[in-house]
């Protein structure tokens, strides 16, 4: 017990010291961004990176790039501080530091204060989606995917919000997106399709808390929809219905379902499709002979879903239960 809380303090002492560093560094560079001499200031701040990177300081490096990226940003120098914010990234690429919320958070506030159209914050979305998943082939992490929806969902960019929304956990959020979107971009006869779609597709995300928590708020909260269940609109009925059959897992009661709402369900041609890949995921139902899903599902899927996850996903898991790096 006594020697590990020695160990801590020196922990403590040398980062703090490492700290007393960074400060001192970090206040001349401000002075120098202060003084409007920003190609030298960040030129500085490049050079320190490398230094401290090539010295294993991972943390101190990311912390300099990451104060510089939100200095530069306070002083509208979108392209420096793009520049700093993918140094922060190659911080985190290069050395073992875990995800964790604060990261996390400090990635989705850089993306907040990029330009919205420049295809350096594609380019960044991607790394550091990439990054947050640890290398677990899933398309990011929940959390990270739940703060770029917040952010896209203030500029009013709804699909690409929603995208993110249903690569999180957070059905809560997607929905109220949701209602915002069909408020101010769809026509009043399309309210109860928005949120048909996405309930489906976290479906096939296998995510089916979020998709209860989605429908419940979305009919809850939503101006044009009256009380229910049982709803005004029949593709509203069919999703709740679907919901409760998820949940028995009743192959029986979901054919029966599908073929009642049939009129309901041909309103978009692509209801079909999810709903084969809800009866494979949840009901049993062995799929479609096919060598893999063509078309304009496949794309969407793959798309969806990372390409080439769902073949491979089932026999992983079966076959090797060992986790080999």
Known sequence: EPTMMSEQEAVKCSSARNRGGVQRVEGKLRASVEKGDYYEAHQMYRTLFFRYMSQGKHAEARELMYSGALLFFSYNQQNSAADL???????????????????????????????????????????????SSGGSGKLGHPRLHQLLAVTLWKEQNYSESRYHFLHSSDGEGCAKMLVEYSASRGYRSEVDMFVAQAVLQFLCLKNKSSASVVFTTYTQKHPSIERGPPFVQPLLNFIWFLLLAVDGGKLTVFTVLCEQYQPSLKRDPMYN????????????VPPKQSSSYGGLLGNLLNSLMGAGEEEGDEAQEDSSPIELD
């Open 85 to 131: 914010s993918m140094l922060v990234l190659e911080s985190l690429e290069k050395s073992d530091t875990k995800v964790a919320d604060e990261i996390l958070e400090h990635l989705a506030k850089l993306f907040s204060l990029m330009d919205p159209n420049s295809p350096e914050r594609v380019a960044f979305v991607s790394r550091a989606l990439k990054w």
């Open 273 to 284: 499709e999810y709903l084969d890949r809800i009866g494979q995921l949840f009901f049993g």
